[in-house]
């Protein structure tokens, strides 16, 4: 044989090998980001439902109430009180005539 059919045999099987690799490589990413959006709305579908949830039952404690609340189970985290907004690590709890509103994240 040869020696260009040789390298041509041979480049076109590495051209074939390679274009496998990226297509099983295309496909499971195709897969893992499905997984994962499936997996991001079950998360923030439970997240909304706990959310309301709190809000529902809070609705009984002040604004000074939730902050002692949110002081004495979270002494380490970096709490701001703002107006009607307290701010926990980026989750905010909003309060409306001094009871709370709702809970928004950032």
């Known amino acids: 044989m040869q020696k260009w059919k040789w390298l041509f045999f041979s480049f076109l099987g590495l051209f074939v090998v390679t274009n496998l690799f990226w297509v099983f490589t295309v496909v499971d990413m195709s897969v893992t980001q499905g997984y994962r959006q499936v997996s991001f709305d079950a998360k923030t579908k439970a997240i909304t439902m706990l959310g309301t949830l709190i809000v529902q039952e809070s609705r009984r404690y002040s ?8 002081r004495r189970t979270y002494k380490d985290a970096f709490i701001v009180d703002e107006g009607n907004v307290i701010d926990v690590e980026g989750v905010q709890f909003v309060f409306v005539d001094g009871m709370l509103s709702r809970i928004e994240s950032q």
């Not at 604004?63 to 949110?70: E, G, Q, S, T, Y």
Request: hydrophobic fraction near 50%; proline fraction near 0%.
């Open 63 to 70: 604004k000074k109430d939730m902050l002692h609340i949110l």
